[in-house]
Nanobody, 124 residues
């Protein structure tokens, strides 16, 4: 499965961006799809995920209420809608596909496939 992340850019605090993760060679609805982010000098951290069964979503506390993950089966794409962006949201964002149990959804080692990352910069 190849994952192509896109949609990053530069935005002012309070602004919005929508990231896309397009899959090829596999179907997103067959995997747990998650977004992670990594700022320079920091570990990669879980942002949120959408479960393959039922489409339930899980979010990190730091983005809950501001970020929304959705899935378009027809386009085989997962989205990360980011609203009310803060400077601390600045990072490279990665999408990932795997089959982690719910209790392991934040564990990067549980994912088989990763997108190449897209830079999000929030600054005034």
């Amino acid at each position: 499965v190849q994952l192509q992340a896109s949609g990053g850019g530069f935005v002012q605090p309070g602004g919005s961006l929508r990231l896309s993760c397009a899959a090829s060679g596999g179907t997103v609805s067959n995997y747990e799809m998650s977004w992670f982010r990594q700022d320079s000098g920091k570990e990669r951290e879980f942002v949120g995920g959408i479960r393959r069964s039922g489409g339930n979503t899980v979010y990190a506390d730091s983005v809950k209420g501001r970020f929304t993950i959705s899935r378009d089966r027809a386009k085989n794409t997962v989205y990360l809608q980011m609203n009310s962006l803060k400077s601390e949201d600045t990072a490279v964002y990665y999408c990932a596909a795997g089959r982690p149990a719910l209790g392991s959804i934040r564990d990067t080692s549980m994912y088989y496939y990763w997108g190449q990352g897209t830079q999000v910069t929030v600054s005034s």
